[in-house]
């Protein structure tokens, strides 16, 4: 785990205060970018957050191995496929 991210993530997508589709759009981004196992940390506000990245994994096939909500925040975490 690093200062940065604290659950170990690879890399992390800050969306806080963004609305749909930024959070889906940085985190598709970053996937992009990374290596097939690796694991991405997103961090969104958004009301529609849950529902977007649970239908966005599905479709993409980027396992979503963590979702939560805390003080507000939404944690969603992606693993490359």
Not at 10 to 24: F, K, S, Y
Not at 25 to 54: P, V, W, Y
């Amino acid at each position: 785990m690093s200062a940065a991210d604290p659950i170990g993530a690879d890399v992390t997508v800050d969306a806080r205060g963004l609305n749909c589709p930024l959070p889906i759009l940085k985190a598709k981004k970053a996937l992009n970018a990374m290596q097939s196992g690796q694991t991405l940390h997103i961090l969104a506000t958004d009301q529609g957050a849950e529902r977007d990245f649970r239908m966005f994994s599905r479709q993409t096939g980027n396992a979503l191995l963590e979702e939560r909500i805390e003080g507000g925040v939404w944690h969603f975490v992606l693993r490359r496929r």
